[in-house]
């Protein structure tokens, strides 16, 4: 059973930026590629980044893009999410995900995920 924990959310002006983490249990049973979805009151769970472990190869989303940074430490087991110049749009629960079976886009591909973290961007 691999095991996802989230942190690093939090209330912010727009403009500024987060580092959100998602801590991994297991390494070796947690697949080749993490992602970080989100999630809004009302909407769909929805695609925000992912990487290749090995490679470190990345993939965003359109509205990220330029804007947000996936990076992963494997001495730590960790994930992160350099959020920068965060907009009110942004503003879901983040979640983490890992063991990847089908499109690195579709939320249906993950089997495990992590409990979200609250990211609210306002004024």
């Known amino acids: 059973q691999v095991q996802l924990e989230e942190s690093g959310g939090g209330l912010v002006q727009p403009g500024d930026s987060l580092r959100l983490s998602c801590a991994i249990s297991d390494r070796t049973g947690s697949g080749a590629y993490k992602a970080w979805f989100r999630q809004a009151p009302g909407k769909e769970r929805e695609f925000v980044a992912a990487?290749?472990?090995?490679?470190?190869?990345?993939y965003y989303s359109d509205p990220v893009k330029g804007r947000f940074t996936i990076s992963r430490d494997d001495a730590k087991n960790t994930v992160y999410l350099q959020m920068n110049r965060l907009k009110p749009e942004d503003t879901a629960v983040y979640l983490c995900?890992?063991?990847?079976?089908?499109?690195?886009?579709?939320?249906?591909?993950?089997?495990?995920w992590g409990q979200g973290t609250q990211v609210t961007v306002s004024s």
């Open positions: 995900a890992a063991v990847l079976s089908g499109s690195l886009y579709s939320s249906s591909s993950y089997k495990y």
């Open positions: 990487i290749g472990w090995r490679a470190g190869t990345t």
